[in-house]
């Protein structure tokens, strides 16, 4: 039999994708050196085994790791070294048992990386000062659901790719960099400040002009009036903070068309409730409850009407009529203000069908409910309690704290009558 022949440049090639000839991959040095710093620095809660894959004396941090992604270098991919590209410090399940101990300064050694969670956790200390300096390829970061007090880094707005930034319900106070609204952070789209109580000042005037998607600095202790809003914004939550003023400033600008989300309940903001909130085209939830709103509501006329899936407006001062054009929405919470007349024929048909699965109206100064002759679906919880009228019997499916299911003193219905419920 003839012998084959391979050509020589063939045999080269079968020999370059042969284990034995191939050229091993292996981690920065630094980044190995990182890893061992957090790995001191870091512990399991007990009952975490998050940490049981690091074992530095008998495996590749890269394959065997839990957490650690590695890549290598864009910029020189034909190299054999890896980077950590990828650091994911936690199990990511809230009820899961996390880590605890501090961040250490080494972390910026991992400069390769674009992801960094440490979540969840009773991570202590502050977050180090020099990350947004030399961690510069970030585009995630996220501490969110641990221990961490002190100020947020201002070396975090100097990040040019971060586009979500994650430090919720920690323990950070001071003011909110100003820099992290300006044109330095040109890729943050996402900034969840939440539930830290610590945070103070103002909202950044750069807010206005940024093109932030997503704004959440829910249960803090920031104060001002709401400055003008982007016209990128999706979601913004500055519940339960001291917020004050108006928000004529707020929606003075351009249409913001993807607002989807607007909570700025339990704060002291005044003033009467601006009609264009009503016409935004893509809000569904809007949440003003608990503050110090006054004045009448108009819903502009829509040749495409809003299905809102939650308005809540009470704890308020909102007199006059109950709009009718507040009909389209799932869930209509009026509780606690001081409207009067009849509840309109469009709002009481819509909880009839169904449509409006929660109807709140106790107190207030409401003088008639028309009932249908159909019965109330039971999926349906409607509450008038304490207005002027005789409570119609579908009207005291109630919660347990909307008081007691009366009317109104006589007296008090009188008195409002005669100033029109301003």
């Not at 390769?112 to 970061?141: A, E, H």
């Amino acid at each position: 039999m003839a012998k084959l022949h391979y050509p020589l440049c063939l045999l080269f090639l079968l020999l370059s994708f042969s284990p034995s000839v191939q050229q091993q991959t292996f981690l920065y040095p630094s980044d190995l050196l990182s890893l061992h710093d957090l790995r001191t620095s870091l512990q399991g809660l007990p009952g975490s085994k998050f940490f049981s894959s690091w074992d530095f004396s008998n495996g590749d941090p890269c394959t065997t790791f839990t957490g650690v992604v590695c890549s290598r270098d864009d910029e020189n991919p034909s190299s054999q070294v890896l980077r950590v590209s990828v650091l994911t410090l936690g199990t990511g399940l809230t009820d899961s048992p996390g880590l605890t101990g501090t961040l250490p300064e080494s972390i910026c050694n991992l400069t390769y990386l674009s992801v960094l969670v440490l979540y969840p956790g009773q991570v202590t200390g502050s977050i180090p000062s020099s990350l947004g300096s030399c961690l510069r390829r970030l585009r995630l970061l996220s501490l969110t659901n641990n221990l961490l007090t002190g100020p947020v880094p201002d070396s975090l707005a100097g990040l040019p790719d971060l586009h979500t930034l994650d430090l919720s319900n920690n323990r950070l106070s001071g003011p909110i960099p100003p820099s992290l609204f300006l044109p330095s952070s040109p890729n943050l789209k996402v900034l969840i400040l939440s539930n830290n109580g610590g945070l103070t000042g103002e909202i950044p005037e750069g807010f206005s002009t940024s093109q932030i998607l997503h704004l959440d600095l829910t249960h803090n202790s920031i104060y001002g009036e709401l400055p003008m809003l982007p016209a990128t914004l999706r979601y913004l939550s500055v519940a339960q903070n001291n917020m004050c003023g108006t928000l004529e400033t707020a929606f003075s600008g351009t249409t913001i068309p993807d607002l989807e989300f607007l909570d700025l309940s339990m704060n002291a903001i005044s003033g009467q409730i601006p009609s264009h909130v009503f016409s935004l085209p893509s809000l569904t939830s809007i949440f003003l409850d608990r503050n110090n709103f006054t004045g009448t509501i108009t819903v502009p006329a829509s040749k495409t009407p809003i299905s809102w899936t939650v308005i809540d407006l009470s704890h308020n001062g909102i007199s006059g009529q109950i709009p009718a054009g507040l009909a389209s929405a799932g869930a209509l919470y009026l509780n606690s203000n001081r409207f009067i007349g009849s509840v309109p024929d469009r709002v009481v048909q819509s909880i009839y069908s169904g449509q409006m699965a929660t109807f709140y109206a106790q107190h207030n100064f409401l003088t008639e409910f028309p009932t249908q002759p159909d019965p109330l679906p039971d999926s349906v919880a409607l509450c008038l309690s304490y207005n002027c009228m005789v409570l119609p019997l579908a009207g005291a499916n109630c919660p347990m704290n909307g008081g007691p299911l009366q009317s109104r003193p006589q007296e008090q219905c009188i008195s409002i009558a005669s100033t029109g419920g301003d």
